[in-house]
Structure formats: C-alpha cells, structure tokens
C-alpha cells in the first residue's frame, strides 16, 4: 500500500517507539501536520518558539536517555533551532531535529522561506541529511535514530521538501541499518584495560574525574563499585553532577572554574587521574599546562576524538564506559589509600565551599540549599546558564543519578524554562524544579504558555538580582567594576506568570523562602516563585582567566558561617 510521505515519516517514528514531538508548525510542514490525527500515538507539543522546541527535545532526552525529536518548518523556523541542535552537540544529548524545506523545484533559488539548513547544521550534527525522495524518508529516519543514539550520542537533521511530504511511495521499514563507515567501539581493548588496573593499583594519590559519560552509559553502579573498591576520591564534571551521590564519603564535588577547591587541588596534587567520560574542556582544566602536573592519566570514553584532543594521556581506553568498567573493576585490587583520603578530607575541611553567610539579605545560596532540604534531594533541577546554574550546581546535593539537567558546552541562557518542560513530559512523575536567572528567564518565558497548555506542574524559582549578574560578576573581579549593560530592568513576574495562568508569589524576605517553596511544591500544577535576592552576590570559587585551578579566588572570610548540612 502506498502512502505519502507524511504517512511515512509518522510511521517511521511510531516504529522508533517516539512519543513525544516538540514542534511549531508552518508553510512546509503543514503536509505533515495535517497527517499527525492520523497517528494518535505521537504526542505534539506545541512550543511558542522553536528553539524551545529543542531545548524541550535536548531536556527530554537527557531525562529518558531516548533521543528527543523536534520539528519547525523552513526558513526562520529551522533557523531558530541552531541554538538548540548546537547545545545538544556539545552535550551529547540524542536529538532528531526534523525541517521542512521549499519545495524541490524551488530549492537553490531563494524561494520564500528558502534556507540551506543541512550546510548551516553541517558543524553541529553528527549527521545530516536532505530527503529528496519519499521512497528513502524509512531508511532514513532508521538511520537518523541510530546515528543519534549509539556511540557518543547527539543531534541528527532531517530536512524534508514540502512536496516529498505529499508524495506516495511504498512503505518497508528496515529491520536494521547498514552504515559500514559508522561503527562505534563498545568494547575496550583488553590490554589497554589491563595497563589501566596497573596504573590505579600502583597509585598513592589516584582521583576520578567522572563526567556526564558516565550517565549516559547508565554506569553509576560501576563507577560506585570502583570508587569504593580502590577507594578513590571521586569530583565530577558540571554536568557529571548526579553520576556519583554527593553525599557519599567519596564524594568531593566537581572541579573547574567554579568547582570546590578541595576538588581541584586534589586532582593537581594526584599522581593517577582516572579521567571517566569527560573531554577535560577549559572550563574543568584551567591553563592545561598547570592541570594534575604530576599526575599519569587514565582516559575512558567513547569518542575517540576527545583522547589527547586537550591533556596528554598515558592510558587510553575507548569504548562504552559501563562495559569497560565491568571489566576494569575485576582486576582492581582493594585498597585504602587512607593517607591520602585524609589530605584530601582535611583540605576540604581548610577550603570550605558550600557555606551560607549569616545575612539578613535575602542569599541565592540560601533559597537553593532550602529547596534542596523541602524536596530532600528527590528532584530533578534544571538551570539556565550563569550565577543561579553555578550556584545549583553547589548548593543541591545530587544523590538522585541524572538529576542535574543544565546546559555545559555552549552555556545556552534560555534552557532552563523549555529544559524543565521537556524534562517534566519526560519523567512526570518527579518533581521538576526550573531554577532561572532574570536575564536567561526573560530569553524563552513565552513557554509559560506550554506549560499552561500541556497542564505540566513545573516549579520555577527565579533568582532575581536585576542583574545579568555572572557577567557583572566579571566586571567587578576583572574589570575594575565597570558594570557596562549588565544592570538589568525586567517586567513584574509575578503579574506575568499570572497572566499566563500560572499562580506566583515574590519573596524578599529571608523568613518566607521556606513557606513559598513549600506552597509551590503543595500546588498541583506550575507555580512560580521570584526571589528577589541580594544584587551583588557573587559564586565563589572563581578561577580567574589564564590561571591554574590552584589559584581560585575563594570566598572571602565570613565572621560566621552557616556550616552545609553535608
């Protein structure tokens, strides 16, 4: 039977197990709309911008470890999801981003809403492709899933003229993809694994550095079982946070610009560095020259790309982390490494990051460890990007594996809100927290409107300084205080999430955080808290530019301190 091209993308998606489609229609896709009553299985949310759209696709895939689909049409509408397909890139996040296109006999002549959106995706996707026959849409699309999820995953772009939507073709679904080019490596070599075991059990001062690979492989019993075996300190990367719980005796936060610096001065002073689905990016490395000198390196991940691409490495390991681990972990001989467990404890105790100052302002730090203690950590937190991201990442204590969803690589302000929906679609039965800047919150709050429409209970607290306030933050370190367009006005956000619908209050008030977040938590569907929170609160600690992590500025002495409940 024949079916048009349309029929066969839907079915092609149904046969992928897809659920959920974030998207905002237009000229080009409107064939494929049309058809969407068709499949009642496919659920369409309808996002109010279209790189909400990928944003929600990128959250949700991180939640549900499937790929996230979104769909916007030609032109603008493809455009506008660079930023999202960009972000999942540099996260390795699953994502199918499907585009409409002009027509064919149009393309190459700059037709309305005419863009060659594969060659400005080429850079971001680790593929692409342009459809220009319905009878290929299954093959595709077959491949698209599989690219996007295997190896080191990410965003996959289908882009589809509008009359190869109405054109009919016979439907076959492959049975299996045949990609001889593309064939990721699962397994780690064996005697590279061997050399690895030798290199952790001859060391007197190992430390793992355990990044956002270790979730997507699903490998947090591994990595616990190899931690305590060895009995290793552990630091994770920012969007490691959540692969290793932060309370476990262990644990020892996560390194980097704003990372503890107990966690940074244990990885320079290590001997072995037990570098676990990271890519030792900038923002965790510091100046290279100066990262773990004395240290041999010990590099497990997938990408074969990412060895040696920014730190030499003694010992390279590629393949898929939980099955190397598995291995690993049985040539690992028990061991204490007491004296150095202690240094490492007792520069914790000489370096302490997560305090609260006594203050009768209104501290960011404070609302977070509060939400932290009302939700006891049973949450999944999603930030935007800038001071309330580091200060999440600090002030939450993530036991729950993957419960920080945040944008790393490209730092995208505007994730949070669309991040929280895809996140809450994809996990509704847990709590979701939107934790927002005033500036990133003002880039995408039209998905208030989403969260109205799709009835999601998302909480959203702002942490409301009026300022963009980590760019501020950098003019008053390194700038000589020059805060040059960082001030920053805003509208009323409680008049604006109640006129979306949505039931808000303002706190100014340090003695009304603990009943407001209480009273969200107890609504059953979205509320939104605006706390309006001290305005030159700064996150320490800060490594400044061109320095080594040692060398971070730490938070200045208070007269008291409000020890962490860790």
Known sequence: MKKTGAQILCESLVREGVEVIFGFPGGSVLPLYDTFPQYPKIRHILVRHEQG?????????????????????????????????????????????????????????????????????????????????????????????????????????????????????????????????????????????????????????????????????????????????????????????????????????????????YANKAVYDSDVLI????????????????????????HIDIDPAEIGKNVR??????????????????????????????????????????????????????VIRQIYEITKGDAIIVTGVGQNQMWSAQFFFYDKPNSLISSGGLGTMGFELPGAIGAKVGRPDDTVWCIAGDGGFQMTVQELATI??????VKIAIINNGYLGMVRQWQQLFYGRRYVHTPLSGPDFVKIAEAYGIPALRVTDKKLVVSAIEKAMNHEGPFLVDFVVEPEENVFPIVPPGAALVEALEMPAPEKVTRSSK
């Open 53 to 261: 759209a990928a944003h929600a696709a990128d959250s949700y895939a991180r939640v549900t470890g499937k790929a996230g689909v979104c769909l916007a049409t030609s032109g603008p509408g493809a455009t506008n999801l660079v930023t999202g397909i960009a972000n999942a890139c540099l996260d390795s996040s699953p994502m199918v981003a499907i585009t409409g296109q002009v027509a064919r006999p149009f393309i190459g002549k700059d037709a309305f809403q005419e863009i060659d959106i594969t060659g400005i995706t080429l850079p971001i996707t680790k593929h692409n492709y342009l459809v220009l026959d319905a009878n290929d849409i299954a093959r595709v699309v077959k491949e698209a899933f599989y690219i996007a999820q295997n190896g080191r995953p990410g965003p996959v772009l289908i882009d589809i003229p509008r009359d190869v939507f109405q054109q009919e073709a016979t439907f076959t679904y492959p049975e299996r993809v045949n990609l001889p080019g593309y064939k990721p490596t699962l397994f780690g070599h064996p005697a590279q694994i061997k050399k690895a075991a030798e290199t952790i059990n001859a060391a007197e001062r190992p430390v793992i550095i355990a990044g956002r690979g270790v979730i997507i492989s699903k490998a947090f019993a591994e990595l616990k079982d190899l931690a305590e075996k060895a009995q290793i300190p552990v630091v994770t990367t920012l969007l490691g946070i959540g692969c290793f719980p932060e309370t476990h005796v262990l644990s020892f936060g996560w390194l980097g610009m704003h990372g503890m610096a």
């Open 275 to 298: 570098a676990i689905g990271m890519r030792f990016d900038d923002r965790a490395t510091g100046v290279v020259s100066s990262f773990a000198p004395q240290a041999r390196v010990v």
């Open 313 to 366: 490495v003694d010992v390279p390991i590629v393949g898929d982390i939980k099955n190397i681990l598995e291995v690993l972990n049985q040539q690992i001989v028990p061991c204490e490494h007491l004296d150095w467990f202690n240094q490492v404890d007792k520069w914790r105790e000489e370096h302490p990051a997560l305090v609260i100052r006594e203050s009768e302002a209104l501290l960011p730090q404070y």
């Open 452 to 457: 109205v429409q799709e009835n999601l209970a």
